[in-house]
């Protein structure tokens, strides 16, 4: 056991000595988020979502929907119950949720129809946009249907939500950014290092077990994982005033860095297996991070993404860690409700380990 410490005392002490590895670890991660937040931190949510709940289904209410999934200024979900899109509204997915009640060509023929509309009052421009576009839309149908002047009214209620502006979504994001890039390059280099240099050789003759030698770079990582995530969050908090939910958030989010974490490490174990020199884990470093790094919905969300890209960026680990940060520490969701994310994570970690285990060479 004492030989254990001594390997973390010694890993930690090659980290803190290595400058380049200390600014890939803390200084790039708060720089990265630094610089897009003070570009795009002011601003409001990314995207005018509008949900439709269509409970009349004629051909007057199926044509409005058209007309309004033709509107460049909003992207329109049909959703089909007021209540979940009403939940969803709380949660902040949408800007606002129009219905269009049942026999609403009856009511349209008989005179004025008031048609119900809700809206995030969390950010007045946003809330003044989406309702004057979805009025204007709404007049325009209503006099190219009837030729004369406008028979559909908004009836209009703001609710409060849980909506977050770009520097909340990205915060979480380069915290899950962080963990990808310390676990798969930082364990894959190192050790790939470590089998150049007959490291594991000579340590594969000593009395030293291997789970042991293994267990305290994972452990050192793991701790690196922590402080990156705390750092991160602190300067969110301090610097942008990024608003956590209330409750057990810090745990929560300490618990998600271990996991993801481990994901990663797990991964960058493998490609460390795998590679016969530096060159090569670095090539495949790059193969498997940057595309996480950039379709994983770090930096923007992935809604508007095209359909066929779509399952790629649900294959990526970094996605789910990234989503279930956000939900947790913005949104204040308890670790169960997130628990897919987690059980995604899990099985990478299990699957790379076993992978690792198998392909794994001392020289």
Same mark, same amino acid.
């Given at each position: 056991?004492?030989?254990?410490?001594?390997?973390?005392?010694?890993?930690?002490?090659?980290?803190?000595?290595?400058?380049?590895?200390?600014?890939?670890?803390?200084?790039?991660?708060?720089?990265?988020?630094?610089?897009?937040?003070?570009?795009?931190?002011?601003?409001?949510?990314?995207?005018?979502?509008?949900?439709?709940?269509?409970?009349?289904?004629?051909?007057?209410?199926?044509?409005?929907?058209?007309?309004?999934?033709?509107?460049?200024?909003?992207?329109?979900?049909?959703?089909?119950?007021?209540?979940?899109?009403?939940?969803?509204?709380?949660?902040?997915?949408?800007?606002?949720?129009?219905?269009?009640?049942?026999?609403?060509?009856?009511?349209?023929?008989?005179?004025?129809?008031?048609?119900?509309?809700?809206?995030?009052?969390?950010?007045?421009?946003?809330?003044?946009?989406?309702?004057?576009?979805?009025?204007?839309?709404?007049?325009?149908? !209503?006099?190219? $249907?009837?030729?004369?002047?406008?028979? +559909?009214?908004?009836?209009?209620?703001? %609710? @409060?939500?849980? /909506?977050? =502006?770009?520097?909340?979504?990205?915060?979480?994001?380069?915290?899950?950014?962080?963990?990808?890039?310390?676990?798969?390059?930082?364990?894959?280099?190192?050790?790939?290092?470590?089998?150049?240099?007959?490291?594991?050789?000579?340590?594969?003759?000593?009395?030293?077990?291997?789970?042991?030698?293994?267990?305290?770079?994972?452990?050192?990582?793991?701790?690196?994982?922590?402080?990156?995530?705390?750092?991160?969050?602190?300067?969110?908090?301090?610097?942008?005033?990024?608003?956590?939910?209330?409750?057990?958030?810090?745990?929560?989010? !300490?618990?998600? $860095?271990?996991?993801?974490?481990?994901? +990663?490490?797990?991964?960058?174990?493998? %490609? @460390?297996?795998? /590679?016969? =020199?530096?060159?090569?884990?670095?090539?495949?470093?790059?193969?498997?991070?940057?595309?996480?790094?950039?379709?994983?919905?770090?930096?923007?969300?992935?809604?508007?993404?095209?359909?066929?890209?779509?399952?790629?960026?649900?294959?990526?680990?970094?996605?789910?860690?990234?989503?279930?940060?956000?939900?947790?520490?913005?949104?204040?969701?308890?670790?169960?409700?997130?628990?897919?994310?987690?059980?995604?994570?899990?099985?990478?970690?299990?699957?790379?380990?076993?992978?690792?285990?198998?392909?794994?060479?001392?020289?």
């Amino acid at each position: 056991m004492r030989t254990f410490w001594d390997f973390v005392k010694a890993d930690i002490q090659i980290t803190v000595r290595n400058r380049q590895a200390l600014f890939w670890t803390f200084f790039f991660p708060v720089l990265l988020m630094f610089l897009l937040g003070v570009v795009f931190g002011q601003s409001g949510s990314f995207t005018t979502k509008l949900a439709i709940v269509n409970d009349d289904r004629g051909p007057m209410s199926t044509a409005m929907v058209a007309v309004f999934g033709s509107v460049d200024a909003l992207k329109v979900t049909a959703v089909s119950s007021e209540p979940g899109a009403l939940k969803s509204l709380r949660n902040g997915d949408y800007a606002a949720v129009l219905v269009l009640p049942a026999g609403l060509e009856q009511r349209f023929g008989k005179g004025s129809s008031a048609l119900p509309f809700y809206y995030d009052n969390s950010s007045l421009a946003q809330a003044g946009t989406v309702t004057m576009v979805t009025q204007q839309v709404v007049n325009g149908f !209503a006099q190219q $249907a009837s030729g004369s002047q406008p028979k +559909f009214e908004l009836r209009s209620r703001g %609710i @409060a939500s849980s /909506s977050f =502006n770009y520097i909340s979504f990205l915060v979480p994001g380069v915290v899950a950014m962080a963990l990808m890039t310390n676990g798969i390059y930082g364990v894959s280099g190192t050790f790939v290092a470590y089998r150049q240099r007959g490291v594991l050789r000579r340590l594969k003759a000593t009395p030293m077990p291997l789970p042991s030698f293994v267990g305290s770079r994972v452990l050192v990582h793991l701790l690196l994982a922590l402080m990156q995530a705390g750092l991160v969050i602190a300067v969110g908090v301090g610097l942008f005033h990024v608003h956590m939910a209330a409750g057990p958030t810090l745990a929560r989010m !300490a618990l998600l $860095a271990l996991i993801g974490s481990g994901s +990663f490490v797990a991964i960058g174990f493998f %490609i @460390a297996a795998v /590679s016969k =020199n530096v060159e090569t884990s670095a090539a495949l470093g790059q193969v498997v991070g940057t595309p996480m790094m950039f379709l994983s919905g770090i930096f923007f969300p992935m809604n508007n993404a095209p359909v066929w890209i779509q399952p790629i960026v649900k294959a990526m680990p970094l996605y789910y860690l990234a989503n279930a940060m956000r939900d947790v520490m913005i949104k204040g969701f308890a670790l169960w409700a997130v628990r897919w994310d987690i059980m995604i994570l899990l099985v990478v970690t299990a699957v790379f380990l076993v992978l690792s285990v198998r392909f794994f060479r001392w020289e």
